[in-house]
Each structure stands twice: as structure tokens, then as C-alpha cells.
């Protein structure tokens, strides 16, 4: 039997994920009354995204296990992170990435009179 194998280790460990799973349900509980809130729809969102981008890191650092690896593992998930930050800011890009021409003046162009 290891050092790491004693009962009081066992119980720290097991303590530190009801932590964790205290956590996640008082997290799930704020996702669920950020519904309730009278935000718009972007704003209710972006706050359901940061609480939701916590929950996953919360299970990922301690259920996965994540939090002991190498920096490695780090330097992956910064990238990760990186790039779905990039994904999350293309749609509003694109959104207003307009050419300025007004709906009249291209339905004209397809051909369609009023």
C-alpha cells in the first residue's frame, strides 16, 4: 500500500470532487437562472457561454484529470482555446461585413420591379 493509497489520501481526493461536483451544480444552477434574467439575447448568451466555458474547465482540470499533465497538455488547450475564441468571433464578423448596398438596389439589379 502507497502513501497515496491511505485512507486519509483517499478522502482528501474524494473530498476535493464533491468540491468539484458542488461547484458544477451551483454553476449549472446560475446557467439556469441566467435564463430568468431580463438580458438580451447576446448578452444572456455570452454570460451562459463564460459559466459554460468554466464547467468544462472545471471538468476537464479535475475529472480528466488534466490539471496534473505536463505543459504539454497545457499548451494544447491554450491553443484550443485560441482558436474557438476565433471561431466565436467570425459570425459577428461576417455579420458586419456588409458592402453598404441597400435592399432596393440589389433587388433592382435581380430584376425584380415593384
Same mark, same amino acid.
Given at each position: 500500500?502507497?502513501?497515496?493509497?491511505?485512507?486519509?489520501?483517499?478522502?482528501?481526493?474524494?473530498?476535493?470532487?464533491?468540491?468539484?461536483?458542488? /461547484?458544477?451544480? *451551483?454553476?449549472?444552477?446560475?446557467?439556469?437562472?441566467?435564463?430568468?434574467?431580463?438580458?438580451?439575447? /447576446?448578452?444572456?448568451?455570452?454570460?451562459?457561454?463564460?459559466?459554460?466555458?468554466?464547467?468544462?474547465?472545471?471538468?476537464?482540470?479535475?475529472?480528466?484529470?488534466?490539471?496534473?499533465?505536463?505543459?504539454?497538455?497545457?499548451?494544447?488547450?491554450?491553443?484550443?482555446?485560441?482558436?474557438?475564441?476565433?471561431?466565436?468571433? *467570425?459570425?459577428?464578423?461576417?455579420?458586419?461585413?456588409?458592402? /453598404? *448596398?441597400?435592399?432596393?438596389?440589389?433587388?433592382?439589379?435581380? /430584376?425584380?420591379?415593384?
Amino acid at each position: 500500500m502507497s502513501a497515496h493509497d491511505s485512507p486519509e489520501a483517499i478522502q482528501a481526493e474524494t473530498r476535493k470532487y464533491i468540491m468539484v461536483f458542488a /461547484g458544477l451544480a *451551483v454553476l449549472t444552477i446560475i446557467t439556469v437562472a441566467i435564463s430568468y434574467l431580463d438580458l438580451s439575447i /447576446g448578452m444572456a448568451v455570452a454570460l451562459a457561454m463564460v459559466v459554460a466555458t468554466v464547467k468544462g474547465s472545471l471538468v476537464a482540470a479535475y475529472f480528466m484529470h488534466l490539471i496534473d499533465e505536463r505543459k504539454a497538455i497545457y499548451a494544447i488547450l491554450a491553443l484550443t482555446m485560441f482558436f474557438f475564441v476565433v471561431l466565436m468571433l *467570425v459570425p459577428p464578423a461576417a455579420f458586419s461585413d456588409h458592402t /453598404g *448596398v441597400s435592399t432596393e438596389v440589389a433587388r433592382e439589379a435581380d /430584376g425584380e420591379h415593384h
